[in-house]
């Protein structure tokens, strides 16, 4: 037994957890879920009391899955004398070897990940099942992550494992046709997470950094996957990387948001940077082009300029139209806006969110809408339109970083002309 | 020596906060490296035997309460057996209910 390292790699537990369970549960089957998370989470604390005295096993990771499939094993014995008497185990839960290499374990985490992120489960109770038996986040953390009480994250979970039980979903990877449209499926579903993780500001920096890092580390298991990779895979994946870069530069030490012409750009990992492109690279591959692809390239134009006065507005307008065509939202629209304001064209950037359908009811509903109208107002010294909207924008918001940054808008309108 | 046992609560942890526990008890054994104090750590392995009376009766278990069962020990070098609780107190289990007992190994 070596001595302890000085420190554990971050996550290391959490990320076994997510493994074991995959693997467990190929071998043993979807239908002992239950009994294979049990027996996770007891290996763990079974690990916590013999570690934490000072001395690791040579092999940690090979020691929980020994000491989990153990106590599978036993546990299996057990019921399977109550109910039938004594008899044989399946053949394979004996030998556990070929599933360890690590191809097999990346094939059957995306297993778990296509179980999970099924087309008929709601979008709710895919990430909460996700994040337990994928990521190995604790019923607490995902309640904590997703801004909601413990019994309702019990809810959600015991509605998807009903699911995958009454309807027997096997645990494979879908092939053919049902591939493509399950990976849409999935893709959306990590751009969701992400999200969840980058955009909620009312959550601790700590878990936001930690749905943002699964996200990332499940897409990049997606396009190192034989038969999953895609170039939309890739496209997705450099995306979170380009915004990922920024992460640190986002919120100031008070924990106000700052925004992107206000940002450090010293502080933007040109790692993570880096890395975008080469992803970015990769998803040229093929004749496909998604709107992740767009994303990514509006992304990476911003991590191209030096400074905010620099930024390509032209090209981002032609990325924009581009984008629309994709995927006529009211976001993009709405951020397309934003740069046509940008490139000096303030009154046409109103218009064109003014003419955005059902505006209304997106007004009534998203503080964004009212927030970039009111600066937009506000850029052309419009004090009553600029005040009406951004109050509008502060009433919306939840998020006391968001309050905080309108205010200071408010508190700023020049009262010059009217 | 410092016996240790309970800390009941480690069940309801999550594998990350199993994780971080572990580091703050590595945290604590090397800060007692670094005063001096820490001479050694073995963690027991659960279960075990007992044996008793004339008859030697072998039993199962030191203990039939779990939550008796001692996990590990630390030898530390302090000048005094008050020493050696002031140490006892920063025990990272005893806000998940553990349980340290403070003893001193008798020099003749």
Same mark, same amino acid.
């Given at each position: 037994?070596?001595?302890?390292?000085?420190?554990?790699?971050?996550?290391?537990? !959490?990320?076994?957890?997510?493994?074991?369970?995959?693997?467990?549960?190929?071998?043993?089957?979807?239908?002992?879920?239950?009994?294979?998370?049990?027996?996770?989470?007891?290996?763990?604390?079974?690990?916590?009391?013999? +570690?934490?005295?000072?001395?690791?096993?040579?092999?940690?990771?090979? +020691?929980?899955?020994?000491?989990?499939?153990?106590?599978?094993?036993?546990?299996?014995?057990?019921?399977?004398?109550?109910?039938?008497?004594?008899?044989?185990?399946?053949?394979?839960?004996?030998?556990?070897?070929?599933? #360890?290499?690590?191809?097999?374990?990346?094939?059957?985490?995306?297993?778990?990940?296509?179980?999970?992120?099924?087309?008929?489960?709601?979008?709710?109770?895919?990430?909460?099942?996700?994040?337990?038996?994928?990521?190995?986040?604790?019923?607490?953390?995902?309640?904590?992550?997703?801004?909601?009480?413990?019994?309702?994250?019990?809810?959600?979970?015991?509605?998807?494992?009903?699911?995958? !039980?009454?309807?027997?979903? !096997?645990?494979?990877?879908?092939?053919?046709?049902?591939? *493509?449209?399950?990976?849409?499926?999935?893709?959306?579903?990590?751009?969701?997470?992400?999200?969840?993780?980058? @955009?909620?500001?009312?959550?601790?920096?700590?878990?936001?950094?930690?749905?943002?890092?699964?996200?990332?580390?499940?897409?990049?298991?997606?396009?190192?996957?034989?038969?999953?990779?895609?170039?939309?895979?890739?496209?997705?994946?450099?995306?979170?990387?380009?915004?990922?870069? !920024?992460?640190?530069?986002?919120?100031?030490?008070?924990?106000?948001?700052?925004?992107?012409?206000?940002?450090?750009?010293?502080? +933007?990992?040109?790692?993570?940077?880096?890395?975008?492109?080469?992803?970015?690279?990769?998803?040229?591959?093929?004749?496909?082009?998604?709107?992740?692809?767009?994303?990514?390239?509006?992304?990476?134009?911003?991590?191209?300029?030096?400074?905010?006065?620099?930024?390509? +507005?032209?090209?981002?307008?032609?990325?924009?139209?581009?984008?629309?065509?994709?995927?006529?939202?009211?976001?993009?629209?709405? @951020?397309?806006?934003?740069?046509?304001?940008?490139?000096?064209?303030?009154?046409?950037?109103?218009?064109?969110?003014?003419?955005?359908?059902?505006?209304?009811?997106?007004?009534?509903?998203?503080?964004?809408?009212?927030?970039?109208?009111?600066?937009? #107002?506000?850029?052309?010294?419009?004090?009553? *339109?600029?005040?009406? #909207?951004?109050?509008?924008?502060?009433?919306?918001?939840?998020?006391?970083?968001?309050?905080?940054?309108?205010?200071?808008?408010?508190?700023?309108?020049?009262?010059?002309? @009217? | 020596?410092?016996?240790?046992?309970?800390?009941?609560?480690?069940?309801?942890? =999550?594998?990350?906060?199993?994780?971080?526990?572990?580091?703050?008890?590595?945290?604590?054994?090397?800060? /007692?490296?670094?005063?001096?104090?820490?001479? &050694?750590?073995?963690? /027991?392995?659960?279960?075990?035997?007992?044996?008793?009376?004339?008859?030697?009766?072998?039993?199962?278990?030191?203990?039939?309460?779990?939550?008796?069962?001692?996990?590990?020990?630390?030898?530390?070098?302090?000048? =005094?057996?008050?020493?050696?609780?002031?140490? &006892?107190?920063?025990?990272?289990?005893?806000? /998940?209910?553990?349980?340290?007992?403070?003893?001193?190994?008798?020099?003749?």
């Amino acid at each position: 037994m070596p001595e302890h390292p000085v420190q554990m790699v971050d996550h290391l537990f !959490r990320h076994e957890a997510g493994k074991m369970i995959a693997i467990l549960t190929r071998i043993f089957g979807l239908s002992h879920l239950e009994l294979v998370e049990d027996v996770v989470q007891e290996s763990f604390l079974k690990a916590l009391q013999t +570690w934490k005295y000072g001395q690791l096993p040579d092999n940690p990771s090979a +020691w929980l899955m020994q000491v989990a499939r153990r106590k599978a094993i036993d546990r299996l014995r057990k019921t399977s004398r109550e109910i039938v008497g004594p008899g044989e185990l399946p053949e394979q839960a004996s030998d556990t070897n070929e599933f #360890y290499h690590t191809d097999e374990i990346a094939d059957s985490q995306l297993r778990m990940i296509f179980i999970s992120i099924h087309p008929d489960l709601k979008e709710e109770d895919q990430l909460a099942l996700v994040l337990k038996i994928v990521s190995g986040f604790s019923v607490q953390e995902i309640a904590k992550a997703l801004l909601t009480t413990e019994p309702t994250i019990q809810k959600r979970l015991y509605r998807a494992k009903e699911f995958i !039980r009454k309807e027997k979903i !096997r645990f494979e990877i879908p092939a053919g046709i049902e591939l *493509r449209q399950r990976l849409d499926v999935v893709h959306t579903f990590l751009y969701l997470l992400f999200n969840e993780g980058y @955009n909620s500001g009312k959550v601790d920096e700590l878990i936001r950094r930690d749905l943002c890092g699964e996200a990332m580390r499940l897409c990049k298991a997606l396009t190192e996957h034989r038969i999953c990779s895609s170039p939309t895979g890739y496209a997705l994946l450099s995306l979170m990387c380009f915004h990922a870069a !920024r992460f640190d530069s986002r919120l100031d030490e008070k924990n106000d948001i700052v925004l992107l012409q206000h940002q450090d750009r010293q502080q +933007w990992s040109q790692d993570l940077i880096n890395i975008g492109y080469h992803y970015l690279n990769r998803s040229a591959d093929g004749n496909e082009i998604s709107f992740y692809h767009i994303e990514s390239a509006i992304a990476a134009e911003h991590c191209l300029a030096k400074r905010f006065s620099e930024t390509n +507005w032209q090209r981002l307008l032609q990325l924009y139209d581009l984008l629309l065509e994709l995927k006529p939202s009211p976001t993009v629209r709405l @951020n397309r806006a934003v740069v046509l304001a940008e490139m000096g064209e303030v009154q046409k950037a109103i218009d064109s969110v003014l003419s955005i359908e059902k505006l209304s009811s997106l007004l009534k509903d998203h503080y964004m809408y009212s927030a970039v109208l009111g600066d937009l #107002y506000k850029r052309l010294s419009d004090q009553v *339109r600029a005040q009406a #909207y951004l109050e509008q924008a502060f009433g919306l918001t939840t998020s006391q970083a968001e309050k905080n940054l309108i205010q200071e808008k408010i508190r700023t309108i020049d009262p010059q002309k @009217n | 020596m410092l016996i240790f046992f309970g800390a009941s609560d480690a069940a309801n942890l =999550s594998p990350e906060e199993m994780q971080n526990h572990m580091g703050k008890w590595f945290a604590w054994i090397d800060k /007692l490296k670094s005063t001096n104090n820490y001479v &050694a750590g073995e963690a /027991l392995t659960p279960g075990g035997k007992t044996v008793k009376g004339k008859k030697a009766v072998v039993t199962d278990g030191p203990f039939a309460e779990t939550k008796e069962v001692v996990g590990g020990f630390f030898i530390v070098k302090a000048k =005094s057996l008050e020493e050696a609780t002031q140490i &006892a107190k920063d025990c990272p289990d005893l806000p /998940l209910n553990g349980i340290v007992e403070v003893r001193e190994v008798m020099k003749f």
